[in-house]
């Protein structure tokens, strides 16, 4: 009798080490990065130092996964148009971060950021205010250079390659809400922000966009997709699997527990029985 107790006791402080362990929520996040475009992206991260060290290069199709703790704080943009040596200097057409492929500070304009702070509950959003290059999917269902204006254009070999932002075009107080402009009562959207909000619904498009376009998330991973649409299903890469949103098959962190749940207790209704 004192066996079988000892052994049910073993079990249930096993099924509560498996309830009690730590949750994804407490530790840290899965980035899933995809380059979705016809051509060649250098994604560039700050800080990154679990980026890569802040930079690499994904052909069209590749796709990286990475890890970061809960408290990190940072951006993800992508570079077109690099060109880089062996030993990784170089320069981009846009988004560069200066003559290096893993940066240290932030993207030449123009560049579209996405911007991170993990926490307990994350903060996200998409910004366009500094221009644009390759888009994000989590902001925007096209691709914005096509239609670019031509006077905030950055073209190269006679082709649109970004998107300059107004204010970095015309420096007026009224398209930078600055002086009398730089309060969220004056600023309001101008003919070229909403340009940009047609095709980014949920990015910031001028400095005072904040209600439509910051977000929060809690115990979640997320995915940086270049030259994709919102509506595209995504994956992304977690415990060896990659689970795909409304797409069955996928296995959450919590089903897997209260598996392990019911298999301990069948384990123990076993070892009752048996003993």
Known sequence: MTKRFNMLILMLLSVFMVLSGPKLSESA????VINNCKETVWPAVTPGDNFNGGGFVLKPGQSMVFTARVSW???IWGRTGCNFDKNGNGSCETG?????????????PPAMLTEFTLAAVDFYDVILVTGSTCHCVSGCDGDLRPNCP???????????????????????????CKGRYG???VCNPTYYSKKFKEACLTAFSYAYDDPSSSFTC???????AFCSTRKRPMCTYRHHKIPCPNVS?????????????MLGLLMMINLWINF
């Open 73 to 75: 704080s940072g951006r």
């Open 183 to 185: 309060n969220a009562a």
């Open 249 to 261: 098959g996928s296995v959450g962190l919590k089903s897997l527990r209260w598996w392990a749940v």
């Open 150 to 176: 031509n006077e905030l254009a950055v073209k190269a070999n006679g082709k649109k390659v970004g998107c300059r932002s107004v204010c970095d075009v015309f420096d007026t107080d009224e398209y930078c």
């Open 96 to 108: 560069s971060c200066g003559s290096t492929l893993q940066c240290v500070a932030s993207g030449k």
């Open 218 to 224: 809690s115990g979640t991973d997320y995915v940086v």
């Open 29 to 32: 996040r899965t980035f899933t």
